[in-house]
């Protein structure tokens, strides 16, 4: 552990006008949401023997032959990954830490644990979509549907491997099938909700733009860097009053023009979360 940039972090942090939080897969997965395929084989054996799946992420693009094996595929991934966990505590931990301070939130996490976890739903820009909502697969029109209590619904039913055929959703304008709504292909649908956000967010930079603004990217690696990381670093970069505080235990590289405007932390995030707190 560098305390030296854990003091570092939390002076910059305390003198901060703004706070701008960028969340990748690392957070939600060093927070307790567990990812791993040990575990994947562990909590869905059926999946594994049936289908050869290996992990929650590869498995996602599976092709089934059935809308009623998939959406029993989709509760049980929902229900893992969204329903069933409770707000973790390091989500909770990084409410304290900025929840005195004027702060923005963009995630690629679809897991929902920041709104859970009690930030504002106003300042919480969930770009990649969520697990809580489905859309037309074609996204023939501009709305999204809660799809809490239907995957409950589903897990109830006798078929370990395929839902009720009269609980398989379609598209009440068009009559497609309908799909979970994460950005996986050309149809996610960006809701009047999502727009607004997305606004927000840039409202929220240009509002900060020249004050002491603080960047804390948590768990953001490369598999979309377009979204979060590649931007922080060009904020950071181009003003000299924004500084960037990068948390993860693996992707920790940092350009050389950006030395002095940032802070590198080597290090779970979840114990990151609470050295910064603490």
């Known amino acids: 552990m560098n305390i030296k940039n854990y003091l570092k972090a939390k002076e910059i942090i305390n003198y901060a006008d703004a706070i701008l939080i960028g969340a990748g897969a690392g957070l939600s997965s060093s927070a307790g949401i567990d990812y791993s395929k040990e575990t994947f084989k562990k909590n869905f054996p059926e999946l594994v023997k049936t289908y050869g799946m290996t992990d929650m992420y590869t498995s996602s693009f599976y092709d089934f032959k059935t809308e009623e ?113 994460i950005r996986k292909d050309a149809f996610f649908v960006e809701d009047e909700n999502w727009n607004n956000l997305n606004d927000l967010y840039e409202k929220f930079i240009n509002n900060n733009i020249n004050k002491k603004l603080v960047l804390i990217e948590l768990g953001v690696g490369y598999n979309t860097p377009s979204i979060i990381r590649f931007p922080f670093e060009q904020l950071a970069y181009k003003y000299d009053n924004i500084t960037l505080i990068r948390v993860n235990d693996k992707y920790t590289d940092i350009a050389f023009e950006l030395k002095n405007q940032a802070i590198v932390i080597k290090d779970d995030c979840k114990i990151a979360i609470h050295n910064i707190l603490n």
């Open 69 to 181: 094996e998939r959406w029993s595929y989709w509760a049980k991934h929902i229900n893992y990954s969204f329903i069933e966990p409770k707000p973790l505590d390091a989500y909770k931990e990084l409410l304290e830490i900025v929840k005195d301070k004027d702060y923005f939130v963009i995630t690629t996490n679809v897991d929902g644990q920041f709104l859970k976890s009690g930030f504002n739903q106003n300042k919480v820009f969930e770009v990649q979509g969520s697990y809580g909502k489905m859309q037309c697969s074609v996204g023939c029109h501009n709305k999204l549907y809660d799809n809490t209590e239907l995957v409950k619904r589903m897990l109830m039913s006798k078929d370990n491997l395929k839902v009720d055929s009269n609980l398989v959703p379609f598209c009440p304008v068009c009559g497609k099938s309908m799909e979970i709504n």
